[in-house]
Nanobody, 125 residues
Framework: QVQVVESGGGLVQAGGSLRLSCTVS????????MGWFRQAPGKEREGVAC????????YYADSVKGRFAISRDNAKRTLYLQMNSLKPEDTAMYYC??????????????????WGQGTQVTVSS
């Protein structure tokens, strides 16, 4: 059974930091693009940050460039998202995604994924 589990969300003041983690079981990890998506109320889900299976390249949405950093530890089968300088507009449910495709050349956040249940991030002004 595939399980994608996020943790680390919470309430933080604007300017603060949070670190999200995601663990995967029931499928391979080191050969898959991994990523973070978010969905705010009334908005579509968007790709925030994604990392190629090897970790050699990453993709970031323009809105988070310079503030968020994605990383992966293939030995621990864990994905991270370090979020700094948080803004109220970062408030959303954050989802971890494991690509259904393996050894993809692209780090771009595709939509064909296994999904976690999400972790809420709320940034107060």
């Amino acid at each position: 059974q595939v399980q994608v589990v996020e943790s680390g969300g919470g309430l933080v003041q604007a300017g603060g930091s949070l670190r999200l983690s995601c663990t995967v079981s029931g499928l391979s990890f080191s050969d898959r693009r991994m990523g973070w998506f978010r969905q705010a109320p009334g908005k579509e889900r968007e790709g925030v940050a994604c990392a190629k299976w090897s970790g050699s390249s990453t993709y970031y949405a323009d809105s988070v460039k310079g503030r968020f950093a994605i990383s992966r530890d293939n030995a621990k089968r864990t994905l991270y998202l370090q979020m700094n300088s948080l803004k109220p507009e970062d408030t959303a449910m954050y989802y971890c995604a494991a690509s259904r495709d393996i050894y993809s050349d692209s780090a771009y956040c595709g939509a064909n994924n296994y999904w976690g249940q999400g972790t809420q991030v709320t940034v107060s002004s």
